[in-house]
């Protein structure tokens, strides 16, 4: 079936820009996260859904980060006035049922945001 | 609090030699762990996983990694690594419930014809 798909693909955005990062789940995957990604890095987490609840979003690094996901499939990332150092790949995870034996993630390939 | 060390940043092996990416993890209780994979312009593509059970774990593509509690270690093995491997390697712990992944820097294996 189809896997986890986000977009844009590469986003380039001029500082002070608004931006923002769409992820589409797998089908009926109740768990979503969103990890940033800076160049030689290992992702980091920024935020978690469950459904539609936003359950943890302590690894948001300013509030100029918000992520939503109104009916509990797709989940966009925003990002207002966007800053260099936001530049980074935004990768998307979906994962089903929590609690379940089953913990392994399904990333998406990813967005590049590049801000200058 | 939970985190991963790779102390590998970057590795150069022959095509057809041996290959071993170290990890080392902490965590407070049974760790989750993971392998995963990403080439250049890709996500994360998962290798393995350990939960429970036999403490050496087989993967795909001919990968297995060893869980040795007293040392902390959850390191990937190939007998013999192809050019396609040529890749970035992640190491990563937790995921359960409500928690996220938490990775390590990635070690980058580079491969020699």
């Known amino acids: 079936g189809a896997g986890v798909s986000q977009s844009p693909r590469y986003k380039v955005a001029k500082r002070g820009q608004d931006v923002a990062l769409r992820c589409d789940p797998i089908?009926?995957?109740?768990?979503l996260f969103w990890y940033q990604q800076a160049l030689g890095q290992g992702p980091e987490f920024l935020t978690y859904?469950?459904?539609?609840?936003?359950?943890?979003k302590s690894g948001l690094p300013s509030d100029r980060f918000f992520a939503e996901r109104p009916e509990g499939s797709v989940s966009t990332l925003k990002i207002q006035r966007t800053q260099q150092e936001d530049s980074a790949v935004y990768l998307c995870a979906s994962r089903p049922l929590p609690g379940t034996e089953n913990y392994e993630q399904y990333f998406g390939p990813g967005t590049r945001l590049t801000v200058t | 609090a939970q985190s991963v060390t790779q102390p590998d940043i970057h590795i150069t092996v022959s095509e057809g030699a041996s290959l071993e990416l170290r990890c080392n993890y902490s965590y407070g209780a049974t760790p989750y762990l993971f392998w995963y994979v990403q080439s250049p312009g890709q996500g994360l593509q998962l290798l393995l996983k350990y939960f429970s059970g036999d403490t050496l774990v087989q993967g795909i593509k001919g990968f297995e990694a060893e869980f040795k509690r007293s040392q902390s270690s959850f390191n990937l093995r190939k007998p013999s690594v192809h050019w396609s491997d040529a890749a970035e390697y992640f190491c990563?712990?937790?995921?359960?419930?409500?928690?996220?992944?938490?990775f390590g820097s990635g070690t980058r294996l580079q491969v020699q014809p």
């Open positions: 859904f469950q459904n539609e609840a936003q359950l943890d």
């Open positions: 089908s009926g995957h109740v768990s």
């Open positions: 990563a712990v937790g995921g359960t419930g409500r928690r996220a992944l938490t």
